[in-house]
């Protein structure tokens, strides 16, 4: 009896052993997928702040939706587990690039109001028109809503897709060109079938299983091919799932959850069609707002059956042979918990983050091995190889995404609040002068700024306190030889899970040229400016000359025809001369304020014809209006003519003691500009014999008219209107 106990005693010793190690095995599992998950959902967040940053190196971009159509399609060839890349604005346009089931992308842009998608070649190229989905706008769908509620990057929940009905998430992020401005939201997609495909190669054993859950109770992926939606295409709660051990499982935790409302992790076994289960769940709470539960399920059968079958067998000899039993269960006790403890630390280091690409190999004798052990080294092998595989996945990503930024013309730095650059690509360590060495670790203070300018030394407080939000904008900068330059830069947050910031990521351009061009452009403008506002003054003083040369000769002449007409030329002169006068005087060398110079002219001609026994009153009302050099002579010379006339001829002989000129400027949403001179007279029919020859200033208003491309209309009613329409 001594002896059964002691192999009982050791049996029970060795399966306690190896419970303890399953439960550090399953422990280290669960840790591992969350941190795989957690990568694969950082891919889409990167993805929107990459094509951020490339649009705003050039907002041009926006105009051609068909270059960032393009650079969605190479994106969507390196990152291989995403669906959708797209790009919807407040106005309705929309882009993207989708993967299909069959591995194609396609990609597509709204057209009046409709998202058509286009079959595409390797180049980006569209080869011919594969669908139209009418009425899309971006706004409506959930990706879009879920960015702007909070104005910050964000998860959307469970949705559909419009081309295929497949079940997604999307990470969104929205795009501000400039402070407080909202734009439109960048977003990128993975489906749940996505997600179960990932987590089906992090399985452990074939029975093993990987449940992801909301809070609520709605499934979000399996590790198994089942339906996640129901025949109306509804999400299906964990509970309702057609695998009853997923079902069984997901109704136990939701249990557990509801009586221990505090508790991150559980711990549980379970029992399902006489099959012992134990489950492993943990609280996962990924980029940006994701509150999910991760179940780790594993069949305790398949690392204990053939231990019981073992420990059956290893009783009967014991009862049989007490002598050889004490030996054998030496032998077992050594044999079984050396290789459980290589086992157990090879485990240990490769639960570090920092171990993750190594290589790890159980020895051979452990894998070859034909019980329980062995089953659970080649479970545990058989998950580790398909966890590298993974990985292998997401280092060729990084590896192109690294080779892309590395190898674009511009200039990209990451900086920390207080001024430290911790990365600058090949190309910005060129164009400096640095070296790696030399920039990386400095603060932009000491290097590229290296300035006493309270504006520059300033320029990151100004923008790390934009809180949240992006800055664009040109600045100088110092190479390492000292040479002044300028860079066009736009610059975005990057931040840490808690939401606070963590680098500045900051992409520019050489705008040196360009700064120079527009300076010396700005010059040039500036001098032709000044020439011309010369030449108005020199043309204004000439025109002054002439009409100082009529007043000389007016005062020797006693023909009062002549003095008439020279005093008619005479205000035509000045009318013009005014023209130039009004350019020389305001910033404008091409237009002028009519409404401004139709009232100087009317003042001028009052000041010379009204009489002080009977003075008319001159109004001027309407629209301001601005109108050329050529247009605007010719319709001031048309109009001082009406005006003369006015004065002249409409209250001759009339016994009255108010006489008005009414003059009304408006202009039509058509362009038409309308004005009309209204007086309340004798009469154009009454002021003219009949039968008598037009005169001088007749023939000139109608040459006039012509030469605006008007027309005018003469209307008698309680004295006369003229109205004269034309274009602008």
Not at 67 to 74: A, V, W
Request: with cysteine; net charge neutral.
């Amino acid at each position: 009896m001594i002896f059964i106990s002691f192999g009982l005693i050791t049996s029970n010793l060795n399966k306690a052993l190896i419970n303890k190690n399953i439960s550090t095995i399953h422990k280290e599992i669960t840790n591992k997928v969350l941190l795989k998950l957690d990568s694969y959902l950082d891919i889409p967040h990167t993805i929107n702040n990459l094509n951020d940053a490339f649009i705003r190196v050039s907002e041009d971009q926006l105009e051609n939706l068909d270059l960032l159509r393009k650079f969605f399609y190479k994106q969507m060839s390196i990152f291989k587990t995403v669906n959708i890349i797209a790009f919807g604005t407040e106005e309705g346009t929309y882009v993207e690039a989708q993967r299909m089931d069959d591995g194609r992308i396609r990609t597509g842009l709204v057209n009046k109001g409709n998202l058509e998608l286009y079959v595409t070649d390797l180049r980006g190229q569209k080869l011919k028109l594969e669908k139209t989905i009418i009425n899309y706008d971006p706004r409506l769908r959930p990706w879009y809503k879920a960015s702007i509620k909070n104005k910050l990057p964000a998860w959307s929940d469970i949705y559909l897709f419009l081309s295929n009905n497949q079940p997604a998430i999307s990470g969104s992020q929205p795009y501000f060109p400039i402070e407080n401005e909202f734009s439109g939201v960048f977003t990128t997609s993975v489906t749940l079938e996505g997600i179960s495909k990932f987590l089906a190669k992090l399985s452990m054993s074939n029975n093993s299983s990987v449940l992801v859950m909301e809070p609520s109770g709605i499934t979000i992926a399996t590790s198994k091919k089942i339906p996640l939606l129901d025949s109306l295409n509804h999400s299906i709660p964990a509970a309702n799932l057609k695998d009853p051990i997923f079902s069984a499982v997901s109704k136990r935790f939701l249990k557990k959850i509801a009586d221990d409302k505090k508790g991150m992790v559980f711990e549980f076994p379970l029992k399902i069609n006489n099959i012992k289960y134990l489950v492993r769940s943990t609280s996962y709470y990924g980029p940006h707002g994701l509150n999910w539960y991760v179940l780790v399920i594993i069949p305790e059968s398949d690392y204990m059956s053939d231990y019981q079958r073992a420990s059956m067998l290893g009783i009967v000899f014991l009862t049989l042979f007490l002598v050889i039993i004490v030996v054998t269960s030496y032998l077992i006790a050594g044999a079984t918990a050396k290789p459980i403890i290589k086992l157990s630390k090879l485990v240990s280091q490769i639960s570090w983050i920092e171990n993750a690409d190594k290589e790890w190999s159980i020895p051979p004798k452990i894998l070859e091995r034909k019980d329980e052990i062995g089953l659970l080294a080649k479970a545990f092998s058989e998950m580790e190889k398909r966890l590298n595989l993974t990985i292998a996945d997401l280092s060729v990503s990084q590896k192109e995404y690294k080779t892309l930024v590395e190898n674009i013309n511009s200039i990209i730095m990451r900086i920390t609040p207080d001024g430290t650059i911790t990365y600058c690509n090949p190309f910005g360590l060129k164009f400096y002068g640095y070296t790696k060495e030399e920039l990386i670790g400095s603060t932009v203070q000491d290097t590229v700024l290296k300035t006493n300018d309270p504006k520059d030394i300033g320029i990151l407080e100004k923008i790390f306190t934009k809180d949240k939000k992006y800055w664009n904008g040109i600045n100088r900068n110092i190479t390492s030889e000292g040479k002044e330059v300028w860079i066009l830069w736009a610059n975005t947050m990057l931040f840490n899970r808690d939401g606070t910031i963590n680098e500045l990521l900051s992409i520019g351009q050489d705008f040196t040229s360009r700064k120079a061009a527009e300076t010396k452009l700005n010059a040039s403008l500036e001098e032709k400016n000044i020439l011309l506002k010369e030449i108005h003054h020199r043309v204004k003083n000439n025109l002054q000359i002439i009409t100082s040369l009529i007043n000389l000769q007016l005062a020797d002449l006693s023909d009062g025809m002549v003095q008439e007409t020279l005093e008619s030329l005479q205000s035509r002169i000045q009318s013009m001369a005014l023209v130039h006068e009004m350019l020389y005087s305001t910033d404008s060398v091409s237009e002028i304020d009519f409404y401004d110079y139709l009232y100087q002219i009317v003042t001028t001609i009052s000041a010379t014809h009204n009489k002080i026994e009977n003075p008319i009153q001159v109004a001027v009302t309407g629209d301001i209006i601005y109108l050329n050099i050529n247009r605007a002579t010719t319709c001031g010379l048309l109009v001082n003519e009406l005006i003369i006339n006015t004065f002249k001829h409409a209250f001759t002989g009339l016994e009255q003691t108010e006489c008005k000129i009414d003059i009304l400027i408006k202009k039509r949403e058509t362009g038409e500009i309308i004005i009309k001179v209204k007086d309340n007279g004798i009469g154009i029919s009454t002021s003219k014999n009949k039968g008598s020859k037009p005169g001088m200033g007749t023939l000139l208003i109608e040459a006039l008219t012509d030469q605006l491309g008007g027309e005018i209309e003469i209307i008698e009613n309680k004295g006369t209107s003229f109205i004269l329409t034309f274009q602008s």
